[in-house]
């Protein structure tokens, strides 16, 4: 299957600070990949929509000026989370559309915030 | 909207104690049904997709089935290395973007 990474794997920021977070599909080209979030056993929360060239398109109740999305090119979205908070920790996920449609998923960011 | 709910919430098995997982879901025109596995502290990988009723997949001990209101996985004799969280979502036709609804998974342990 596809393959798509993601850097870094663990973060750990104080308060106030903003963390950039990588997801990249090594190979396969990919214009649209997804920015979930997961919180302790439960399931994948979908945050946005990246969308190669054009703005991402945000779920209700996503702040979009906290999770700035940036998707640069057919290979790579990133996620800021701006101003970060001990509420924002959490574990953060891309996912990535192949030419079948079917979406894979990166190893996952753990971000903590002090 | 498209709905997906998974059961049971927590299974446990004895090695080589086969069982299903079940996924129900409405949705407004099915594009695709979609199960995955992920690992405590990993991204969900990829397992199968199923497209329409009647059809059914395979990989190693496991099968998924789809009917035109809900989808098993049946894991036949499992091992302890098929602990995991099963996850299952599907995508609509009326899905903006291709984005996928989920369930809340099921979280399967195997003892030996």
């Known amino acids: 299957g596809a393959v798509v990474s993601q850097h870094p794997s663990r973060v750990i920021c104080k308060s106030g600070t903003s963390v950039k977070i990588e997801c990249r599909s090594l190979?396969?080209?990919?214009?649209?990949m997804f920015w979930y979030r997961q919180f302790p056993k439960q399931s994948l929360m979908l945050m946005a929509t990246?969308?190669?060239?054009?703005?991402?398109?945000?779920e209700q109740g996503v702040e979009k000026d906290k999770f700035l999305i940036n998707h640069a090119s057919l290979t790579l979205s990133t996620l800021t989370v701006t101003s970060a908070h001990p509420e924002d920790s959490s574990f953060y996920i891309c996912s990535a559309i192949d030419s079948y449609n079917e979406q894979f998923f990166g190893p996952g960011t753990r971000l903590t915030v002090l | 909207e498209d709905q997906v709910t998974q059961s049971p919430e927590a299974l446990r098995l004895q090695e080589g104690e086969s069982s299903s997982l079940n996924c129900s879901y409405t949705?407004?025109?099915?594009?695709?049904l979609f199960w995955y596995r992920q690992d405590p502290g990993k991204g969900p990988e990829f397992l199968f997709t199923l497209y329409s009723a009647g059809e059914e997949k395979e990989k190693e001990r496991l099968k998924a089935t789809l009917t035109k209101k809900e989808s098993f996985l049946h894991i036949t004799a499992p091992k302890p290395e098929d602990s995991a969280t099963y996850l299952c979502?599907?995508?609509?036709?009326?899905?903006?973007?291709?984005?996928?609804?989920f369930g809340g998974g099921t979280r399967v342990l195997v003892k030996p």
């Open positions: 949705v407004s025109g099915l594009r695709g």
């Open positions: 190979d396969f080209q990919a214009t649209t």
């Open positions: 990246s969308n190669e060239g054009s703005k991402a398109t945000y």
């Open positions: 979502a599907v995508q609509g036709t009326k899905a903006a973007g291709n984005k996928l609804t």
